[in-house]
Structure formats: C-alpha cells, structure tokens
C-alpha cells in the first residue's frame, strides 16, 4: 500500500514486462489489497474493464471507482470508495521535445513555466505537470488529448515514489 485515506486506496507493484502481465498482476494485486481493506473475501471482488471506459472495481453488488498507471517497472492502482479517481505515474527522463510535449498536452502556462525551469529542474517538473494532467483526465473520465482550456474538478494529491519515478492522484 502507498497511501488511503477518505475512501482511497493506493497500491503500486514493480511492473514487469510485457506490459499484459503488468496489467494483469497489478489487477490481482488491487483485489488482493481491497479484500484485506475492506475484509472481503477476494471472490467478491472483481475489475470490470470495457474499452474506452474507465475500470471499475465491482464488490460484493456495488461498484467502486478504479484507476491504473504504468511505466517501466512500476504499475500503481488507485481506488475510491466513494467518487472517481486517476492516478498516473511517469518515470523523470530528459524529453528532448518537451516544449512542443508540453504547449500541445499542458497549456501554454504549464509550457512557459517549465521554460522558466533550469535544465537540471525540467525533467522532474515536467513529469510533476504530465502525471496532475493525465490523473485529472482519468479522474474526469475523459482520455488525453491535445490541450484544451475545458476546467477539470478534482483535487490533486503528489505521491511519494522512489525515485525516478513521480505520481499524482486525483480524486
């Protein structure tokens, strides 16, 4: 477990590749989690997964609200008992077009900020900005797409993650 409160868990597994048997042990793992959080026996729980819609986490007759991350080596869940939630989690990397990455799924504000940053503190920043906006999009229900000035109504929470990796949860 990385955090909960209010309602919210958070778990993070390594991740292993491929990418399929990530997907499928960080969903074993949130089951696993849940059925110790909630004392609920594991067969009660499962994860609804459709296509173009957010995963939802079934228990016992009702739905709870789910959401995944993955990067290299680290697949993270987070679920909400009681509303919508995203979670997404970015490994800290030197992006060499991160000013078009940035202005085109950011904004220009978040564009300038970073331009304002040291090289040194861009990579770290510019994940901090990528996982708010991709957690927020999950959260809103909405898939990420090149920026648009649409508000997004959720609260954003930082993580704390070993480095290299960063994350936010919205909720």
């Not at 959080?37 to 819609?53: F, H, M, N, R, Y």
Request: some cysteine.
């Amino acid at each position: 477990m990385l955090w909960s409160g209010d309602g919210v868990l958070v778990i993070g597994i390594a991740a292993v590749l491929p990418r399929l048997e990530a997907r499928l042990r960080i969903r074993a793992a949130v089951r696993e989690a849940v059925a110790h959080w909630l004392k609920l026996d594991i067969e009660a729980i499962s994860v609804e997964s459709t296509p173009g819609a957010p995963p939802r986490l079934l228990l016992a007759g009702r739905a709870a609200s789910l959401s995944f991350s993955h990067d290299e080596g680290l697949s993270l869940g987070a679920i909400n008992l009681q509303g919508a939630v995203g979670i997404d989690a970015m490994r800290v990397q030197d992006i060499a077009d991160w000013f078009t990455l940035a202005r085109d799924y950011l904004g220009p504000q978040v564009a300038e900020a970073l331009s304002a940053c040291t090289d040194a503190q861009r990579p770290l920043a510019l994940a901090q900005a990528w996982t708010a906006r991709e957690a927020a999009l999950k959260c809103m229900g909405r898939q990420l797409a090149e920026w648009d000035a649409r508000p997004i109504d959720c609260h954003l929470q930082p993580l704390s993650l070993p480095a290299p990796y960063v994350a936010t949860l919205a909720s």
